[in-house]
Structure formats: structure tokens, C-alpha cells
């Protein structure tokens, strides 16, 4: 009880922490006598820029309270200066043109999105100009919370997405299975110690790789979230791993699949068995442990990889800073592991392990495949959507909705009608 309850104010610490920063970063508002300026940095020679100049001086001539700074940046050596010091006073690197800065926000590259991006954020900007002694009105969204209080939930859209998702992405069938049988075959030995050795590094390997692989994903997206079909690219691919795992649900492991096939079990288990068997000191079982775990965090990743996709890109396309990712990552990591660490912390006080058997992974793809279809559906009709927390809550809400209608259907109306779809049966 006291670990879970550890766990449970680690978590809430990073919420908390979170909810102070991610507004404070929405909130901030650049008015410098009464102006709106937009910093510019273009490349002689970049097609992009081409276009993105004259539309950004259009859009600045269009009303006096706004101006417009152009630096040239791959020729003059005192723009580039500029350009370095305001992307370090923002937290990104200087990589990319056309670069826009206004206030605390900035575009890399240039499309109708980010133009239209750039638009919304300089009429906000104006609007809070017209009315420099008045706080705009804000509708305040909070929750109450047992010891912690009152959280203000108003712009926290990020937070709330990374706990559903980081939650849903810790019943993952490949992961939980091989956890279990570890700790099974571990049990065996009747040794707590044992197990506490084994689980405690499977656990921190597999969590640390896990949470590199997303770090990766999340700088592939950054760095080339500019580029406007790169939305549809990721939806496409999250669309092809939801398509899967609700397949699997109706048939399991038949034609592509993102699970460990039972090919491959037989060779787990005896290397299972051979971390024990070889193990004679805490510093070989510690080992073993970590490179099997290593291994089996390369087989996993196919089977878990669309979850990180998809909320590595929300984050890009909102344009976090590396402290925000770093935060909400923590954040996604411990609820990632919080069905875990419950399957370890059972074994270790019981001495008792429980094996995840094939109609809970067939359930658990597709909670995981209907929420992965919505999402991949909702970055490619209005990505936007997700940008406050109430479009949020209704679109986890409508998965899973339809997750519950489709077992309905599946489990209880069409068997009365000796109607059976896929193998289950």
C-alpha cells in the first residue's frame, strides 16, 4: 500500500506541475508598446520563403498595431545571432526556414495551416491589446482531488490525452504477457528475492527503452512537423496499427498481427528459464535479466509502437517545449507502468502470479484498436480538435463508447441469433 501510494503522489506531482506550466506557456502575451511583432527568418534561396514573405508582410500591413522584423539568415552572420538567441530564449534549436516568431509561439515552415495558425494567434494577441486592463474572462474547468485540491484543468488538453492514452497503452497484450510468465517461472523458486531482482530490472529495462523509443519519435515529428503532409502520414500509419489490433480481436494472430506469435514463445521460455538456471549470483541475475528484457523490448515494439505515434505527433503539432515533453513523458511512463508495477507488487506479497490468457489480449486490442482509430480519424478530419480539453473528453469518450457497442453486439445480441463472427467461438 505504501509503494501505490508513492506512486500515486509521484503522479500527482507531475499533474500539478504541469497544470502550472502548460498555462502559463498558453497564456503568455507579447504586447510591446501596444504592438504586435512578428519576428521573421528566411534563407536566400528557400522556396518556401517565397511564398511565406509576401503573405506574412501582407498580413502585417493590414493593421498598424502590427510589425514585422525580417532577418536573412544563411547569409548574415548578425541575423543568424538573433535568430539563435530568441530560439534559445524559446527552447528550440534554429534549424529550419521560414521560422515565425510571435511572443512565446513559433512556426517552422510554412503552410495554410501554419498561416492560418499565425492569423488566430495575432487576433488573440490584438484583442487582448484593445483591452489591456481587463482580463479576458475565462471559463475555469477543475476537478477536486482527495489531498491535493483543486486543479485548474482549463487548456490542460495535453495532460488529460497523455493519462488516457499513457493508461490504455499500459494493457498492452505483449507486454503484460511476458511479465506474467517471468514472474510465474520466477515464482517458481519460492524466492522473494528472486523475484523482486527480476521484475524490478524487466520493469526499469523495458520502461527505459520504451521511453527512448518515444523521445525518439517525438524529435523525428518535431523536426519535421513543418511539412504539411506529414498529419496525414502519421494518421495513415495509426490507422494501419488500429485496423490490425481490432482484427485481432476477431481473429487473433491470423494474417498481420502486432503480437508475439506462439512461434516465438517456446524460445522465451527457455531463455526465461535460463536467466534462473545461470544466475548464480545477483549480479549475473541482474544482467540476464536486463538483456533479456532488452531483447524483448525490440520484439514488443512492433506490437505497442502506435500509441507513442500517435501521441508523440499531438505534442509536435502543438509545438511543446522540451521541459513540457519531458514533463508529460514522466507522466505518461508512470501510468504506462502502473498495471505492471500492480502484476509485480501481487507477486511479490503473494508469492502468486496470474497468466494472461488470450480473450483478455483479444479485449484489450480492441480497446486499443477503437481508441487508436479514433484518434488516427480525428488527426485527419480536424486535428484542432484535441486542442481543448472538453473535444478531448468527447472524443476518448466516443471510443470508448463504441469499444462497449461493438462487445454488445459481438458477445451478446448476435449470439442469439446463432450469429458468430471471427474465432473466438
Same mark, same amino acid.
Request: hydrophobic share 50%; charged share 15%.
Given at each position: 500500500?505504501?509503494?501505490?501510494?508513492?506512486?500515486?503522489?509521484?503522479?500527482?506531482?507531475?499533474?500539478?506541475?504541469?497544470?502550472?506550466?502548460?498555462?502559463?506557456?498558453?497564456?503568455?502575451?507579447?504586447?510591446?508598446?501596444?504592438?504586435?511583432?512578428?519576428?521573421?527568418?528566411?534563407?536566400?534561396?528557400?522556396?518556401?520563403?517565397?511564398?511565406?514573405?509576401?503573405?506574412?508582410?501582407?498580413?502585417?500591413?493590414?493593421?498598424?498595431?502590427?510589425?514585422?522584423?525580417?532577418?536573412?539568415?544563411?547569409?548574415?552572420?548578425?541575423?543568424?545571432?538573433?535568430?539563435?538567441?530568441?530560439?534559445?530564449?524559446?527552447?528550440?534549436?534554429?534549424?529550419?526556414?521560414?521560422?515565425?516568431?510571435?511572443?512565446?509561439?513559433?512556426?517552422?515552415?510554412?503552410?495554410?495551416?501554419?498561416?492560418?495558425?499565425?492569423?488566430?494567434?495575432?487576433?488573440?494577441?490584438?484583442?487582448?491589446?484593445?483591452?489591456?486592463?481587463?482580463?479576458?474572462?475565462?471559463?475555469?474547468?477543475?476537478?477536486?482531488?482527495?489531498?491535493?485540491?483543486?486543479?485548474?484543468?482549463?487548456?490542460? %488538453?495535453?495532460? /488529460?490525452?497523455? +493519462? *488516457? =492514452?499513457?493508461? !490504455?497503452?499500459?494493457?498492452?497484450?505483449?507486454? $503484460?504477457?511476458? &511479465?506474467?510468465?517471468?514472474?510465474?517461472?520466477?515464482?517458481?523458486?519460492?524466492?522473494?528475492?528472486?523475484?523482486?531482482?527480476?521484475?524490478?530490472?524487466?520493469?526499469?529495462?523495458?520502461?527505459?527503452?520504451?521511453?527512448?523509443?518515444?523521445?525518439?519519435?517525438?524529435?523525428?515529428?518535431?523536426?519535421?512537423?513543418?511539412?504539411?503532409?506529414?498529419?496525414?502520414?502519421?494518421?495513415?500509419?495509426?490507422?494501419?496499427?488500429?485496423?490490425?489490433?481490432?482484427?485481432?480481436?476477431?481473429?487473433?494472430?491470423?494474417?498481420?498481427?502486432?503480437?508475439?506469435?506462439?512461434?516465438?514463445?517456446?524460445?522465451?521460455?527457455?531463455?526465461?528459464?535460463?536467466?534462473?538456471?545461470? %544466475?548464480?549470483? /545477483?549480479?549475473? +541475475? *541482474? =544482467?540476464?535479466? !536486463?538483456?533479456?528484457?532488452?531483447?524483448?523490448? $525490440?520484439?514488443? &515494439?512492433?506490437?505497442?509502437?502506435?500509441?507513442?505515434?500517435?501521441?508523440?505527433?499531438?505534442?509536435?503539432?502543438?509545438?511543446?517545449?522540451?521541459?513540457?515533453?519531458?514533463?508529460?513523458?514522466?507522466?505518461?511512463?508512470?501510468?504506462?507502468?502502473?498495471?505492471?508495477?500492480?502484476?509485480?507488487?501481487?507477486?511479490?506479497?503473494?508469492?502468486?502470479?496470474?497468466?494472461?490468457?488470450?480473450?483478455?489480449?483479444?479485449?484489450?486490442?480492441?480497446?486499443?484498436?477503437?481508441?487508436?482509430?479514433?484518434?488516427?480519424?480525428?488527426?485527419?478530419?480536424?486535428?484542432?480538435?484535441?486542442?481543448?480539453?472538453?473535444?478531448?473528453?468527447?472524443?476518448?469518450?466516443?471510443?470508448?463508447?463504441?469499444?462497449?457497442?461493438? +462487445?454488445? =453486439?459481438?458477445? !451478446?445480441?448476435?449470439?442469439?441469433?446463432?450469429?458468430?463472427?471471427?474465432?473466438?467461438?
Amino acid at each position: 500500500m505504501k509503494v501505490k501510494k508513492l506512486g500515486f503522489y509521484a503522479i500527482m506531482a507531475l499533474v500539478i506541475a504541469l497544470t502550472a506550466i502548460i498555462p502559463a506557456q498558453a497564456n503568455r502575451v507579447y504586447a510591446e508598446n501596444q504592438e504586435v511583432t512578428i519576428y521573421y527568418f528566411w534563407g536566400d534561396g528557400c522556396p518556401v520563403c517565397n511564398i511565406a514573405t509576401p503573405e506574412l508582410q501582407a498580413i502585417a500591413d493590414e493593421d498598424p498595431r502590427i510589425n514585422i522584423e525580417i532577418y536573412e539568415v544563411w547569409f548574415n552572420a548578425e541575423a543568424q545571432q538573433i535568430f539563435v538567441e530568441m530560439a534559445g530564449d524559446l527552447g528550440f534549436q534554429p534549424r529550419y526556414v521560414p521560422t515565425t516568431i510571435i511572443g512565446d509561439r513559433y512556426w517552422e515552415g510554412y503552410t495554410e495551416n501554419i498561416r492560418g495558425e499565425i492569423v488566430s494567434h495575432i487576433d488573440k494577441l490584438l484583442t487582448q491589446i484593445e483591452t489591456p486592463t481587463e482580463e479576458p474572462p475565462v471559463d475555469r474547468e477543475t476537478i477536486n482531488l482527495p489531498l491535493i485540491g483543486t486543479i485548474d484543468l482549463t487548456g490542460q %488538453s495535453l495532460l /488529460v490525452s497523455t +493519462l *488516457i =492514452i499513457s493508461f !490504455v497503452d499500459g494493457f498492452n497484450p505483449c507486454s $503484460l504477457w511476458v &511479465l506474467s510468465v517471468l514472474l510465474s517461472i520466477t515464482l517458481q523458486t519460492r524466492s522473494r528475492k528472486k523475484v523482486l531482482i527480476v521484475g524490478f530490472s524487466f520493469l526499469l529495462t523495458t520502461a527505459a527503452l520504451y521511453g527512448l523509443f518515444i523521445a525518439g519519435v517525438f524529435s523525428v515529428l518535431r523536426i519535421i512537423s513543418f511539412l504539411g503532409w506529414i498529419q496525414v502520414v502519421v494518421a495513415l500509419i495509426a490507422l494501419a496499427f488500429a485496423l490490425v489490433n481490432i482484427k485481432d480481436y476477431f481473429w487473433f494472430q491470423e494474417g498481420i498481427s502486432f503480437s508475439i506469435s506462439d512461434k516465438k514463445k517456446p524460445g522465451i521460455y527457455q531463455r526465461m528459464r535460463g536467466i534462473l538456471r545461470d %544466475s548464480d549470483s /545477483v549480479w549475473k +541475475l *541482474i =544482467i540476464a535479466t !536486463v538483456v533479456f528484457a532488452a531483447g524483448i523490448a $525490440l520484439v514488443e &515494439l512492433a506490437c505497442t509502437a502506435g500509441f507513442p505515434v500517435i501521441w508523440s505527433n499531438i505534442l509536435a503539432s502543438q509545438q511543446v517545449t522540451t521541459t513540457t515533453f519531458v514533463l508529460l513523458l514522466l507522466v505518461y511512463m508512470l501510468v504506462y507502468l502502473l498495471d505492471e508495477v500492480g502484476i509485480f507488487l501481487v507477486a511479490v506479497f503473494t508469492l502468486r502470479s496470474t497468466k494472461l490468457e488470450e480473450k483478455h489480449g483479444r479485449v484489450l486490442k480492441l480497446i486499443g484498436g477503437v481508441l487508436m482509430l479514433t484518434l488516427a480519424l480525428v488527426m485527419i478530419i480536424d486535428p484542432n480538435v484535441m486542442n481543448d480539453i472538453t473535444g478531448t473528453l468527447i472524443i476518448f469518450a466516443l471510443a470508448i463508447g463504441a469499444t462497449a457497442l461493438i +462487445l454488445l =453486439i459481438h458477445r !451478446v445480441i448476435l449470439p442469439k441469433f446463432n450469429i458468430k463472427i471471427g474465432t473466438e467461438y
